[in-house]
């Protein structure tokens, strides 16, 4: 499968869909990554792995729905079966959902339902909850709404601040990630209503 990854941060999540794709036997190879903005370490960390990249900021597009546009054409030209959405701090819009609707999984740091938007572990910790955790889902118009494809559970800590947490959260996550896709890639995904299996 030809995965294109988004990412706007450290990108940890990319580095371990990029380790797990060395092995042939994963099914599924990173063939560009996209960012929206510049200077970040999940950019570096592709040209490190030989893996192109491009970046599309929303503020050098005329609207929002311009740098969409942009960004559907700029993931399309790479052919992925795959969008994989990781670490990437934007809302993808109409022209990129109605191009690969289905096929974009997103990775959010909380168990949805709960806790949905920019701030997973900040509000997990807030409200006092004993497990959270990272959720990936298929990406629909909504903020972390679409339907779930896996799920990883962790333990809040008496002692932990929020970047505790979001460590702990975060190596939850790149498992789960590196696990899903795989499984994505070799079986395929079967959406029915609100329920998602692998298989094809
Ligand atoms: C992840 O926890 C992701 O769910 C959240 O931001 C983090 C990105 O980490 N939205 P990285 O860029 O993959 O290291």
């Known amino acids: 499968s030809r995965l294109v990854v988004l990412v706007s941060g450290s990108g940890t999540n990319l580095q371990a869909l990029l380790d797990a794709c060395a092995d042939p036997a994963y099914g599924a190879e990173v063939v560009a990554v996209g960012a929206d903005r510049d200077g970040i370490e999940g950019l570096a960390r592709a040209r490190r792995a ?71 572990p900040r509000d997990a910790l807030e409200y006092g909850v004993k497990v959270t955790g990272a959720t990936l889902f298929v990406v629909d118009a909504g903020v972390d709404t679409g339907q779930i494809v896996a799920q990883s559970v962790v333990p809040v800590e008496d002692d932990d601040d929020v970047a505790s947490l979001h460590e702990r959260i975060k190596t939850a996550e790149r498992a789960m990630l590196v696990d899903a896709v795989g499984r994505i890639a070799r079986e395929g995904l079967v959406v029915e209503g609100r329920r998602v299996r692998f298989g094809g």
């Open 50 to 120: 030989g893996v192109p990249t491009f970046v599309h900021r929303v503020g050098e597009h005329a609207s929002r729905e311009d740098w969409d546009a942009a960004l559907t054409d700029a993931v399309a030209a790479h052919e992925p079966d795959l969008v994989v959405l990781a670490g990437f701090m934007k809302l993808v819009g109409a022209s990129f959902l109605g191009r690969f609707g289905g096929r974009v999984i997103n990775t959010h740091p909380a168990l949805s339902p709960s806790f949905p938007g920019m701030h997973g």
